[in-house]
């Protein structure tokens, strides 16, 4: 079983700065990509940023330039680094990713959420 495990988040003032980070554990070959949603209360899930096995990212147009995702393959780990932060960035942030298995097809685990507000 996989297991992915998210820290960081809480409550931050606009213009701050937060990391959250997702660590997988669990018997698999390799990650393909990993990857951070948000669902705000009342939205629908959206993808924040995501980066592949060979650190390709891709970005949701609100968050460019303000965000980084990055991760260590040594630890099964992906970042998201969130400078300047805004009120509408307050949600429900979910890690996803891609893991490859060595005799069966890939599948796609989530986390289980960590809040990140943001004040006024």
């Known amino acids: 079983q996989v297991q992915l495990a998210e820290s960081g988040g809480g409550l931050v003032q606009a213009g701050e700065s937060t990391r959250l980070s997702c660590a997988a554990s669990g018997n698999f070959f390799s990650i393909h990509a990993m990857g951070w949603y948000r669902q705000a209360l009342g939205k629908q899930r959206e993808l924040v940023a995501a980066?592949?096995?060979?650190?390709?990212?891709n970005y949701a147009d609100s968050v460019k330039g303000r965000f980084t995702i990055s991760r260590d393959n040594a630890k099964n780990t992906v970042y998201l680094q969130m400078n300047s932060l805004k009120p509408e960035d307050t949600a429900i942030y979910y890690c996803?990713?891609?893991?490859?298995?060595?005799?069966?097809?890939?599948?796609?685990?989530w986390g289980q959420g960590t809040q990140v507000t943001v004040s006024s």
């Open positions: 980066i592949t096995s060979d650190y390709s990212t």
């Open positions: 996803n990713a891609e893991i490859t298995f060595r005799y069966t097809s890939n599948k796609y685990y």
